[in-house]
């Protein structure tokens, strides 16, 4: 009985050293594993990084190199906007990033501050070229303001001084609300819209050389001024036939000017106010 103890006794310890040392022998083999492995990935990863920051610098040399500097800038679209100007503001810009590089947003948005210019479109034109394509606002009246004559576009913005060739606009509107409100926004193009079919109608009756003036204060009742025998006579129109109620007003006025103050065309027959003597 006792020799079967001790023999139970050395197989345990057996068992257990051997147990031992297979439990070590892993811990071995995952840290050689390791070893193997995760260094070169490590130093792979090193070299990746430093590829990319080589690639990233020479990529930037290479844009910014004098293959990509500006040499042509091709301006299409302006009529009214100075293609000097243009040229200028693109050149500039891009002076020291070449067209690779270049903030087309940025040159864009400096293009559309010309009052003229109302969309600018920009694109590359690899190595060396811009092409601006502009698409510019287009006037649609001539309004007289407290500072002077003013061409305006369809929306109502202001666009320019007004000079003298403008042979699109021969008499100015006057009347314009200058106030920064969504009312004068409104009003005024009510008032552009007026002025517009006046243009269309007195030019079927070749009456616009008779006309200085038109006064839309009032959109409803609009008036126009015009010369007769050395004074200039105020004519109210009909709202809905701008056309014939000029055309018949000229006609009764006609060498009457100096007696006349004023007549009222929005009747079927105009009525001649005379001035007081």
């Known amino acids: 009985m006792a020799k079967k103890k001790n ?149 109502g913005t202001i666009l320019s001084t007004a000079k003298g060739e403008e042979r699109d606009f021969p008499f100015a509107l006057t009347g314009w609300d200058e106030a920064k409100s969504e009312k004068a926004m409104t009003d005024n193009v009510a008032r552009l819209k007026v002025y517009k079919r006046m243009l269309e109608e007195w030019k079927q009756f070749d009456l616009l050389s008779r006309v200085k003036s038109v006064d839309l204060t009032n959109p409803r009742q609009p008036t126009a001024i015009v010369e007769d025998s050395g004074r200039q006579v105020t004519i109210t129109l009909a709202k809905d036939d701008l056309g014939k109620s000029l055309k018949t007003a000229l006609e009764v006025l006609s060498g009457k000017g100096a007696k006349v103050k004023g007549v009222d065309a929005e009747g079927v027959y105009p009525v001649i106010e005379y001035l007081d003597f």
């Open 7 to 155: 023999t139970s006794r050395k197989k345990a310890s057996s068992v257990k050293i051997r147990g031992g040392r297979s439990a070590g022998s892993r811990g071995g083999g995952i840290a050689r594993n390791f070893g193997r492995l995760g260094l070169p990935l490590m130093i792979s990863g090193i070299l990746l990084a430093c590829l990319s920051v080589l690639g990233f610098t020479a990529y930037k040399s290479a844009t910014a190199s004098d293959f990509f500097h500006v040499r042509s800038i091709d301006i299409r679209g302006n009529q009214r906007t100075s293609s000097e100007d243009i040229r200028r503001i693109v050149a500039t810009e891009t002076e020291k990033s070449g067209v690779w590089n270049a903030d087309l947003a940025d040159v864009k948005a400096k293009l559309e501050k010309f009052p003229f210019v109302k969309t600018a479109a920009l694109s590359r034109m690899l190595p060396a070229g811009i092409r601006v394509d502009i698409v510019e606002r287009v006037p649609a009246a001539t309004v007289h303001l407290k500072t002077g004559d003013f061409l305006v576009d369809g929306e």
